[in-house]
């Protein structure tokens, strides 16, 4: 995050100081709405993410169940319940995901859209500051090259704070497990059951 906001305030100092405030105000302007986007975007993902790893729980335990008790199932003949009951869920499953698909994409088309924001309405005032010959179209494309350096270190700022949090939101399931305590616990003070001629 360092070197990010350190590089960031660099290129808007740059810009400021060799084309006029305004350029470097755009710039921030670009970076902040970016970030914001990113944070509010992610964060109101998190709770589609979780909803999708709910969905992927109750498949996967249908499925189980229905395998670990299929004599069961076929005694009181209710293959096609169970199966109607795990379709169901590989149906939410299947929705979920597909919300998820459908957030990353928004997140992608925002960041590429603010980013394509910025760009243009700096391309704008430098194409004015040509014809008015305050700046040389070399001055514009060192201006070009500047802003697409923010981009790579911004998009890897959010593809990194993304995973992140998808990957603290996968593991809650496994920090739940190892949370829960068993139903059937031993008597304080249990001696060790022994096998046969031990």
């Given at each position: 995050?360092?070197?990010?906001?350190?590089?960031?305030?660099?290129?808007?100092?740059?810009?400021?100081?060799?084309?006029?405030?305004?350029?470097?105000?755009?710039?921030?302007?670009?970076?902040?709405?970016?970030?914001?986007?990113?944070?509010?975007?992610?964060?109101?993902?998190?709770?589609?993410?979780?909803?999708?790893?709910?969905?992927?729980?109750?498949?996967?335990?249908?499925?189980?169940?229905?395998?670990?008790?299929?004599?069961?199932?076929?005694?009181?003949?209710?293959?096609?319940?169970?199966?109607?009951?795990?379709?169901?869920?590989?149906?939410?499953?299947?929705?979920?995901?597909?919300?998820?698909?459908?957030?990353?994409?928004?997140?992608?088309?925002?960041?590429?859209?603010?980013?394509a924001t910025g760009?243009?309405?700096?391309?704008?005032?430098?194409?004015?500051?040509?014809?008015?010959?305050?700046?040389?179209?070399?001055?514009?494309?060192?201006?070009?090259a500047l802003l697409?350096?923010?981009?790579?270190?911004?998009?890897?700022?959010?593809?990194?704070?993304?995973e992140l949090s998808?990957?603290?939101?996968?593991?809650?399931?496994?920090?739940?497990?190892?949370?829960?305590?068993?139903?059937?616990?031993?008597?304080?003070?249990?001696?060790?059951?022994?096998?046969?001629?031990?």
């Open positions: 995050m360092g070197p990010t906001a350190f590089e960031v305030s660099l290129v808007a100092g740059l810009l400021s100081y060799q084309f006029g405030a305004g350029y470097g105000l755009v710039s921030l302007a670009t970076v902040a709405a970016y970030s914001v986007f990113t944070v509010v975007v992610s964060a109101k993902r998190v709770a589609i993410r979780r909803e999708m790893n709910q969905a992927e729980n109750q498949a996967s335990a249908r499925s189980v169940d229905s395998l670990l008790n299929f004599e069961t199932v076929k005694y009181f003949n209710a293959e096609e319940r169970e199966a109607d009951r795990y379709e169901a869920a590989m149906r939410r499953f299947e929705l979920a995901s597909i919300r998820t698909a459908t957030s990353l994409s928004f997140l992608n088309f925002g960041q590429g859209a603010i980013f760009l243009t309405v700096m391309m704008g005032m430098s194409a004015s500051d040509v014809v008015a010959g305050a700046m040389t179209v070399g001055d514009v494309v060192m201006m070009n697409f350096q923010l981009l790579l270190p911004l998009n890897n700022l959010g593809t990194m704070y993304r998808q990957s603290s939101l996968d593991m809650e399931a496994m920090f739940a497990l190892a949370a829960s305590r068993p139903a059937i616990a031993d008597a304080p003070g249990a001696r060790p059951l022994l096998p046969p001629g031990a």
